[in-house]
């Protein structure tokens, strides 16, 4: 029987009418029917889920070619496997970043409120995976250093001001 658009009005009024009726048919024809019921709902969650899976691949996508500087891919080697990329804080204030924001600060949730602020030029740059890791490594190194060299200098000026104290020490106590 083919539906005809008078039939599908009908039938919407007739469930306003009897809501009772279509509900308790409902919950009898779930209960007589459990693997269809399972089947309906894996169908419809797998439907939902490769709509998302393409929305978030889309989103995904723009952000890395806008930051890629209108490629999708590395800025430094030029590795393009969407599965590998990331966004990458320039300034290395991601931490700091993530701390400052509630929602929105990894993931498609970043990319999204990326999108949503008109994608901010300055601040990401796309990377795969390993050239994060070596920038990060690399980060480290340098800071290392840092606190090493501070450290030399902050004992060095220790051992002067502990000569200076020690000569003081002596000066006062000259053998006659």
Same mark, same amino acid.
């Given at each position: 029987?083919?539906?005809?658009?008078?039939?599908?009005?009908?039938?919407?009024?007739?469930?306003?009418? $009897?809501?009772?009726?279509?509900?308790?048919?409902?919950?009898?024809?779930?209960?007589? $029917?459990?693997?269809?019921?399972?089947?309906?709902?894996?169908?419809?969650?797998?439907?939902?889920?490769?709509?998302?899976?393409?929305?978030?691949?889309?989103?995904?996508?723009?952000?890395?070619?806008?930051?890629?500087?209108?490629?999708?891919?590395?800025?430094?080697?030029?590795?393009?496997?969407?599965?590998?990329?990331?966004?990458?804080?320039?300034?290395?204030?991601?931490?700091?970043?993530?701390?400052?924001?509630?929602?929105?600060?990894?993931?498609?949730?970043?990319?999204?409120?990326?999108?949503?602020?008109?994608?901010?030029?300055?601040?990401?740059?796309?990377?795969?995976?390993?050239?994060?890791?070596?920038?990060?490594?690399? $980060?480290?190194?340098?800071?290392?250093?840092?606190?090493?060299?501070?450290?030399?200098?902050?004992?060095?000026?220790?051992?002067?001001?502990?000569?200076?104290?020690?000569?003081?020490?002596?000066?006062?106590?000259?053998?006659?």
């Amino acid at each position: 029987m083919k539906r005809t658009k008078a039939w599908e009005e009908y039938y919407k009024k007739w469930k306003e009418d $009897h809501p009772d009726y279509y509900r308790n048919y409902t919950k009898q024809w779930k209960a007589d $029917h459990p693997d269809e019921v399972k089947i309906q709902v894996r169908k419809r969650w797998i439907k939902l889920q490769g709509g998302a899976q393409r929305r978030d691949t889309l989103i995904k996508t723009a952000v890395m070619t806008f930051y890629g500087g209108g490629e999708c891919a590395c800025v430094r080697c030029g590795f393009s496997d969407l599965r590998a990329l990331c966004l990458d804080h320039i300034r290395n204030n991601g931490s700091s970043d993530r701390k400052n924001r509630t929602t929105g600060s990894i993931g498609i949730g970043l990319y999204s409120r990326l999108q949503k602020e008109g994608l901010p030029r300055g601040e990401y740059q796309t990377l795969c995976a390993n050239c994060n890791t070596v920038k990060q490594q690399e $980060h480290l190194e340098r800071v290392r250093l840092a606190k090493i060299l501070s450290l030399q200098k902050d004992i060095a000026s220790w051992e002067v001001k502990k000569f200076k104290s020690i000569k003081r020490k002596l000066g006062r106590h000259k053998r006659t």
